[in-house]
């Protein structure tokens, strides 16, 4: 049996605004896990499609959302992949999305490091995994606190 690759490290990322997104992540990989902080703004369904798309045909694997409007963020990327699969047929994974709207910022750090990890071998074997604060640099902080606690606390057990 073969092992299990180890997990990529979780690069912790501030942006300004959600327009500069997808220009900000860094492409290294084929697949990548997302989670994205951010204060949506009342918009349209069809302009967050828009945004988001461009992530979904990159490979966004497992995306989870956190902040006001995290489920219409979250709707918006389930509908981008249902979209894509309209054009092009199946993927070659299934790509997972989560809110958390009920949660803490910490508690949403804490479910992406522990749950937000894809399980199709081709992910595992080529992912990045990014959590984004979009125009707040104190959730980019708090986003980097709870990540090295998660750390200090796995490296106790």
């Not at 180890?6 to 084929?30: H, K, M």
Request: glycine share 4%; with cysteine.
């Amino acid at each position: 049996m073969e092992a299990t690759p180890p997990l990529p490290e979780i690069e912790v990322l501030f942006v300004n605004s959600i327009d500069e997104l997808v220009a900000r992540l860094p492409y290294r990989r084929s697949y990548f896990t997302l989670l994205l902080a951010w204060d949506a703004p009342e918009i349209p369904q069809s302009d967050l499609i828009k945004i988001f798309r461009p992530l979904v045909d990159r490979g966004l694997a497992y995306f989870c959302s956190w902040g006001k409007g995290c489920e219409e963020v979250h709707d918006a990327v389930d509908l981008s992949d249902l979209e894509k699969q309209r054009e092009f047929g199946e993927s070659d994974f299934f790509q997972m999305t989560t809110w958390h709207k009920n949660d803490t910022l910490e508690e949403a750090v804490w479910f992406f490091v522990n749950c937000a990890i894809p399980s199709e071998d081709n992910v595992v074997a080529d992912w990045d995994r990014f959590a984004v604060s979009i125009g707040n640099p104190d959730w980019t902080a708090e986003m980097m606190r709870s990540l090295a606690a998660i750390r200090e606390e796995q490296q106790d057990d």
